[in-house]
């Protein structure tokens, strides 16, 4: 737990002191206050019992009045003056009342914490919002040392509490886990118990001696699969896609990557916000408006191991990486038979005979199964620029995004992506009819056109090829 | 944190060095019947050990009631001169503060100046070595083990030296297969 050591109202005494602002007199009346507050103190923590107690637990017993006192005070500028005219037992007592009234709130904050609880096997986190509060909200009165928090808090949160002790840490611990909570919550069970797995797996632990912050290992998976067109809500990244992105994020600028992951983040909140509006549940940003900024400070812890990874080529151990090409992917295309050599041939030779562009493009659709196939036809040069256009426009949305896979730019971020030929190094066979698709695309209408590349990028992620003897497919070619 | 030692300090010690005085002087009313009395040096000197003793323990005190609690208990003890008045409170001042850190403060100021006032009267017979070194050594390890009865000191001599001399022969000449 982090300390603050300097009470607020020391601090102010010193600042004022020093500048000429604090009387001599008014000083010595402040301590003359604090030693009869301190006298009781002790007199309390010895039961009476004893005038003399070690020096460190005077000097704690201090620090709890002060902490108290600090209570009191507001960060206004008047402090000085409040604390040098009122009477330090009326502060002290005011505080004191203060301290209550937010340690009934702190418990209800507890409360809220173990209401949006997570289903997850993390022991840490189980325990210290189960027991690990017990002791503190056992007793609401103020304890004779109140800057320390009887509390059994294993679970680390995705940013530690600065600088604050006693009722105060408790007040922010309880703050940042319930917007944890509720943060983790927008992502499904299933794929959250996935990852909490993976990373156990990766660890050599069990799932439940994690003692992994659950917020920080959910950012890192979203973020990236921002990153790489996959939804956010699957969490998974394979090794292949962590490997071209490692690629790509290598040939970024180190001082452009805060930038990029800032708006991957922003991406990421935005969605999870669209999808709890489409679900009716509310609006996550609007209704915690603390959660932005919060998570933004994610950026920060997560950048040095990301850097550093880039240049040692192991961004895979910064993330929770699914074995390549496992079940888990989509599958949006699954590819038929390819034809023999033999058959091929003989289908070029009618292609070649048809008298006209739909004939041939009738031929091509009935006899093609297989996308390897169709583009060996197509990089033969047996179709005419007016056949390739006729072709093209009777193909759907998701056939050309499979088409144009190639043509998509190397931008990292799925969203930014778009179709471009200047990145291209092609045969010429086959930079004759992408040219003509591109062409094609570009002076296509926008939203037919943003939909195949809907399904370029997401034909990149998916994990088998489409099942182009299947009719609901083809039957439109 | 720079005046927090200067704040800390002067609320541990709002009594002034002379009011102090005056309170030890003033035990002398009481303490003369015993043919015992503190000079104004002697009380100055006895005010400085309380300060250097309970920096040497690492302690505060509110007020100054320990040394009039130990004058007051003290001073009628027969074993008590004039001569070494001064001297003896010295001790048991120092000697109190030590004790209350090697007892964890488990014992309370009136209960320890008991524990000292019934050991130097009895089993020390106003020794202040066998009163520091063995009777409060021996209850403090007792206070530590967590010994309810820690007031309770067992004679070392329980063990009867015929019984530990005759243990010693018998190592000494055991003649194992001589026999």
Known sequence: ?477 | MEHFPILFSAALNPVSPQAVLKDLLKTNERTAAYGLTLTPAAAVQLIETRRIALSDCGRVEIGSDTILKLIDAFSPSAYLQQSEYADTLQELLETFYYMKNETLDEVSDDELIQYMKDYFESRCRGSLELLQHRDLEQMARNVRFGDPSYGEIIDPDAHSLDTYFQEDYDDFYDLGDWE
Request: one cysteine or more; hydrophobic letters at 40%.
């Open chain 1, 1 to 477: 737990m982090n300390k603050k050591e300097t009470p607020q109202a020391i601090t102010l005494l010193e600042k004022n002191l020093s500048n000429g602002n604090l009387q001599e007199e008014e000083l010595i009346h402040f301590q003359t206050e604090l030693a009869e507050l301190l006298r009781r103190q002790i007199l309390a923590y010895t039961r009476g019992e004893s005038n003399s107690i070690k020096t460190e637990v005077a000097q704690n017993l201090l620090q709890s009045i002060l902490y108290v006192v600090d209570l009191s005070l507001s960060s206004e500028d008047n402090d000085l003056k409040l604390l040098v005219s009122s009477s330090l037992p009326d502060l002290y007592g005011k505080g004191m009342a203060i301290y209550q009234e937010r340690k009934a709130a702190a418990k209800n904050l507890l409360q809220q914490v173990k209401e949006t609880k997570l289903e997850i096997p993390i022991k840490a986190y189980t325990l210290t919002i189960e027991t690990g509060f017990e002791n503190f909200f056992l007793h609401m009165e103020i304890p004779l040392f109140a800057q320390e928090a009887d509390v059994d808090i294993d679970y680390p949160l995705l940013q530690n509490v600065p600088e604050e002790n006693g009722l105060l840490y408790v007040e922010n611990y309880l703050h940042r886990l319930l917007l944890e909570n509720r943060f983790c919550s927008c992502f499904p069970q299933s794929a959250v118990d996935k990852l909490t797995l993976g990373w156990a797996k990766t660890y050599h632990l069990s799932a439940a001696d994690l003692m992994t912050n659950l917020t920080e290992m959910i950012l890192r998976n979203a973020v990236f699969c921002v990153l790489v067109g996959r939804s956010p809500f699957e969490l998974y990244l394979t090794a292949s896609e962590c490997d071209s992105l490692e690629k790509k994020l290598q040939s970024i600028p180190e001082e452009e990557l805060p930038a990029l992951l800032e708006k991957a983040l922003a991406f990421l909140l935005k969605t999870i916000d669209q999808e709890m509006i489409s679900t009716g549940h509310g609006n996550l940003i609007k209704e915690i408006p603390d959660l932005v900024p919060y998570l933004n400070g994610f950026i920060d812890t997560f950048l040095p191991g990301l850097k550093s990874s880039l240049k040692n080529h192991s961004l895979k151990g910064q993330l929770w990486v699914s074995e390549p090409l496992s079940s888990t992917g989509e599958t949006v295309f699954i590819d038929g038979h390819s034809l023999s050599d033999e058959e091929l041939r003989l289908l070029l030779s009618d292609l070649q005979d048809c008298e006209n562009s739909e004939r041939k493009t009738e031929l091509f659709i009935s006899k093609t199964n297989n996308i390897e196939d169709a583009m060996v036809l197509l990089d033969t040069g047996v179709f005419t620029p007016a056949d390739l256009e006729y072709l093209f426009s009777r193909l759907s949305s998701a056939e050309l995004g499979l088409l144009s896979v190639s043509l998509l730019d190397p931008a990292p971020m799925a969203e930014e992506r778009d179709f471009s030929l200047s990145h291209l190094e092609l045969p010429d066979e086959r930079m004759y009819w992408v040219s003509i698709l591109f062409d094609f695309l570009t002076e296509s209408e926008t939203p037919f056109r943003d939909e195949v590349l809907r399904h370029a990028v997401s034909f990149i992620h998916s994990n088998v090829f489409l099942d182009s003897s299947d009719p609901s497919f083809y039957n439109e070619l």
